[in-house]
């Protein structure tokens, strides 16, 4: 085989692997699929060693990394469980963002829904450029609409999720996609496949040639210049025929005879056959002349490797197929026997009887590449160590400072986005989006689940390994200020070249900062996805998205009706914060707003104080002392108050007293940092509660009829705004710069 074919699929050094472990030459649907399952998107090959490092168990977890979605234990005595997952589709939805984000959306309920469990909620998490560029505008509009699109259609609510702006993001966004389900302990389905002799059934779309190498793409770095050439690697969705494949397989799971069901996700037929081989200890005989394709023509090379929407792969009990078949035809979709389980750990496929492929299973799995990369410290962390936040000018006018902060596309609400997203659908949502968790109810228990997504990847960037606990942390916290007690996350780490060993160092030291947090905070990662090659070759060079692990946090709720909210809630409530005052700007949008860039060595946290502060707030919850809570995160402590406020247009007056400049008082990112509201009569019980759970608390302010959020530094008036007019450029910042 030529040279340049070979090298299209995998590196030089890999082919002499492959000639070594099958002792011959492959043809090229041998190679296509050592391609797709060697990818970095499927083999984990330069990031699987340092996976290992992440806890994944505790008693609440019910299903771990390697099926999937990730399943914990919502309600123990009724045996609900919720699955989860969070997935990129960054690639895809740069070279076609409404396609790339709605498949995106459609790949993850599949992730979901094929572990037996009805899906109830979509989040996203997305990274995008300036907006002061029309295609950046172009793009995000365009991620926005197929999210949108795909989830209403499909009737699964978008409850919530998160948005940053960066430049570093601008040649290639982030989307990434998380989807949760409930299913009963005892209806939980898994992908492995057993049985020698049971059918196997393709079910779903038709195939066509959308998607090819789309596990490739994903698994690679491209120039602007190669976009349309790679447009034919982006899949398209149909929500609807997704909707009758969300009812078939929950149909065809209460029957009797389903051995294993799995999604035709990244590599399609490839991956789904292989991984449920893999996974069972069997091997699996295909027939492609067999496979419902929707173009002419096709190869039995593009068939194994297209990555076509809304299809799955279900292994079946000899003599139950007719019966389970029936489920999906009368649903309207293709369902036919396109093979069988062997003993033998192979892949065998053939064309109109003829054999056009056989591999070993574990030459495509445990036998994949695993690469070992040097990393190092970057340069632009030693030239940080030296940087100095007290040689930034001190504003003059504070006032200014605020309303330019709520006016960042960062900071700004991002209610132009989540109104697009139907976030009632199915009526389970009492938080919506807005506030710092989304909170859904438990039909049939009095439990409640919190989701929270978050990773602010300037702090990544500054400091990888406090990065990443952040992360954690941050995600964690806000589902224990709704209540919720944070039970385990799912995570989508997202990356440049892991061959540039100082990426390479980012993605250690961050994935090292995630694992302890998780560890400290028990919160163990029961899913996830990695992306790697994150990065555009440009003319001045490769430019590469700053260390982005996205985590979501879901939190289980002892009793929904005690979930808390962020917005503040009467009159002469008395406002408190929690933490401690640093005024550490590193990373901050402040300083991003004063200085144009980010610089230092971003922010620091505390774990064991992190946690010690989230189990406070969530006992305070619980025993009904504090009626509002909301994390201090982007924009410090002053923008935590007017958007506090904006909900019921209440105002503030707040008096700080810390010995710090007053602009890093009031725009610090430091991290453990809640401010909560309580009534008067409440007050007497709440700080003594805090002391003695050795979180301090201070009585900072009271909340107002007057409409003016005023912020006083030892005793001189800082800040005075209308909180009306604050939120019209929060609520309508983003709008305007994206309509613009």
Known sequence: MDREIIEQHVTWEEYQKILKILGREPNLVELGIFSAM??????????????????????????????????????????????????????????????GAATGVGGILRDVFTMGARPIACMDSLRFGELNDPKMKYVTKGVVSGISHYGNCVGVPTVGGEVYFDSCYQTNPLVNAFALGIVKKDKIFYARAAGVGNPVIYVGSKTGRDGIHGATMASEEFSSEEEVEKKVNVQVGDPFMEKLLIEACLEAMKKEGIVAIQDMGAAGLTSSSVEMAARGGVGVRLELDKVPTREEGMTPYEIMLSESQERMLVVCEKGKEEEIMEVFRKWNLDACIIGEVIEEPVIRLFWHGEKVAELPIKALTDEAPVYYRPFKVPKYIKENRSYDQNKIPEPKDYNQIVKELLNSPTIASKRWIYRQYDHMVQVNTVVYPGSDAAVLRVKESKKGIAISSDCNSRYCYLNPYEGGKIAVAEAARNVACSGAIPRAITDCLNFGSPEDPEIMWQFVKATDGMADACKVLETPVVSGNVSFYNETTT???????????????????????????????????????????????????????????????????????????????????????????????????????????????????????????????????????????TSEDKLKELLPFFEKKVVPAKKIGIVTSSGRGIIRHKGKEVVNLSVKECKEIYENSLERKLLS
Request: aromatic share 8%.
């Open 38 to 99: 060697w990818s970095e998107h499927c083999s984990y090959k330069s990031s699987r060693p340092h996976l290992k490092k992440f806890p994944t168990k505790a008693p609440w977890v019910v299903q771990g990394p390697g099926e999937n979605a990730g399943i914990i234990m919502v309600d123990e005595e009724k045996e609900i469980c919720a699955a989860f997952k969070v997935e990129s589709h960054n690639h895809p939805s740069f070279i076609e963002p409404f396609h």
């Open 539 to 677: 003319e001045n060079g490769k430019r590469a998205v700053f260390p982005t692990p996205t985590v979501v946090c879901v939190g289980v709720l002892e009793d929904v009706e005690k979930r808390m909210t962020s917005f503040f809630k009467d009159e002469g409530d008395v406002i408190v914060l929690l933490g401690e005052n640093i005024g550490n700007v590193s990373g901050s949008e402040y300083q991003k707003l004063i200085e144009g860039e980010f610089k230092g060595q971003g922010q620091t946290i505390d774990l064991a104080f992190e946690k010690a502060l989230q189990k406070a707030v969530i006992e305070a919850i619980e025993k009904g002392l504090i009626k509002s809570a909301h994390d201090v995160s982007e924009g410090g402590i002053a923008i935590n108050l007017f958007e506090s406020a904006f909900e019921k247009e209440l105002g503030f007056e707040v008096e700080l007293e810390d010995d710090l400049r007053t602009d890093f008082l009031l725009f610090g990112e430091d991290q453990s940092r809640i401010v909560v509201t």
